[in-house]
């Protein structure tokens, strides 16, 4: 059991004595300042009465062209759905319509013109198709739900 003390001993030894931080003063708790007073708001002043001429007037920017049909358009239809992973209108038709001819899609934000290239009744592909059908019609942009189709003369 001897040994074993000189060994505490020893390893007692080897460390170093903790040294002593200096005494700590307790911390103050912060003193509240009183809030400061308001001062009322001044007087409002009566606004200059204006002596310098108005600059002159900016001219009117030109009307954007009317959104609708153009002379001689025709009324084929309204986009009922869009399918944009295949880029495929449902449009209702009102007239008939075929392969070959030229179309115009409007509506609130697209307005775009296009060759009909293909038209399909039931998954079936068709050269022509008549008013009351529901067809699919491939296009060139995003058409959205209620645009109207026109045909545009050739």
Known sequence: MAAVKKRKAKVKAK?????????????KSPVKKPAPKKKAPAPKKKAAARTAPKPAAKPKPAPAPARGPLPGEVRVGVVTHYYGHLAVAAVRLEVVLSVGQTIRILGHTSDFRQRV????????PVTEALGGDEIGLRVTQHAREHDVVYRVPA
Request: proline share 14%; no cysteine; net charge positive.
């Open 117 to 124: 290239d293909s038209i399909q009744i039931e998954h079936r």
């Open 15 to 27: 460390k170093s004595p903790a040294k002593k931080s200096p005494a700590k003063k307790p911390k």
